[in-house]
């Protein structure tokens, strides 16, 4: 008995498998390494190298491990990418989706919980984002994420498929100093890497219509999202109904430069970010509730802004040490 993880040597994914493994749930993670780090999987749980697009792979894989759930995260992420990579993009988060939830019918395996994204709403008008706002993507990433959410949808309407699907906004923070953000593309290693580098961050745009000029994001801690996988992987498992989507975000927003001032604070290093022009596109604010996934899934946020970017800082330094 034990669940999959796609993408678990991921920064998310990783988290998601210790958070199972200190709640006794076993995990056996798939991942084909194209950004996730073998190191983040400890050696107590079961590895295999490959892609969710190989469906003889995963056919093998479910009943050898014995596998009654999944933890989908495996795919493609990066949303500005996506616009210069679409075909890639779908492959990866639609293809690889589909292959997976067929293997999974195959198998008899019944419960998953589909890694979505924010993306899926685009430039929501709107200052507090729900379940109920309209999902209007504007990128491929964004658009694969939603069809994934689909997907599960449609299968579970012709077969016996347990589901939710989260949608994540900002993550940050590690839970652990030996798990780290690696993105290229996100904020907070956009700023540590600048830092190590001895170079100024950047913010982009401070005439935007919000306290401080700067955009505002919801930004929430890597660990208090995966004790939120843990919670629907139980509640799946026990039979319980879940809600088809939830978001996962704080209800409250904090903008780029209040990140900026807690980065200083955390490091030690004072700097003045350099203002440069906006970039087409960025909403001045995206914020989301989370009061259903609290009802269900045991959300709440555990963690300061203090804690996501010292914690953040912490593992980034002992990766670069």
Not at 95 to 106: N, S
Request: with cysteine; charged share 20%; glycine share 10%.
């Amino acid at each position: 008995m034990a669940w999959l993880v796609t993408g678990g040597a991921g920064y998310i994914g990783s988290h998601v498998v210790r958070a199972f493994s200190e709640a006794g749930i076993a995990s056996v993670v798939l991942d084909d390494l194209s950004s996730g780090i073998r190191a983040f999987v400890g050696p107590d749980v079961p590895f295999v190298e490959g892609s969710i697009l190989d469906e003889a792979l995963l056919s093998s894989v479910l009943p050898e491990h014995g596998v009654t759930g999944v933890v989908h995260l495996a795919g493609f992420k990066y949303a500005g990418v996506s616009v210069q990579k679409p075909l890639h993009t779908y492959e990866q988060n639609v293809t690889g989706t589909a292959t997976l939830l067929r293997a999974m019918q195959d198998a008899g395996v019944r419960n998953i919980v589909f890694s979505s994204s924010a993306a899926v709403f685009g430039t929501p008008d709107t200052d507090l984002v729900t379940e109920e706002t309209p999902t209007l993507p504007e990128s491929p990433y964004g658009e694969s994420k939603l069809i994934g959410e689909w997907l599960l949808r449609d299968q579970a309407r012709a077969t016996e498929l347990h589901h939710t699907s989260l949608r994540y906004f900002n993550v940050v923070g590690s839970g652990y100093p030996d798990l780290y953000d690696a993105s290229p593309h996100n904020l907070f290693p956009l700023v540590f890497e600048a830092l190590l580098a001895g170079h100024t961050p950047r913010i982009y745009g401070d005439d935007y219509a919000t306290p401080d000029g700067t955009c505002v994001r919801d930004y929430i801690h890597v660990s208090d999202l995966a004790a939120a996988h843990v919670a629907a992987a139980r509640r799946l498992e026990a039979g319980d109904p879940l809600e088809r989507v939830y978001n996962l975000g704080s209800g409250e927003g904090v903008s780029v430069r209040q990140i900026m001032d807690a980065v200083a604070a955390a490091t030690g290093i004072d700097f003045r970010p350099e203002i440069a022009t906006r970039r087409p596109g960025d909403p001045a604010r995206i914020v989301a509730s989370g009061k259903t996934a609290s009802r269900d899934l045991e959300w709440r946020m555990r963690h300061s802004l203090r804690d996501m970017v010292s914690s953040a800082w912490i593992a980034r330094r002992g990766a670069a040490s």
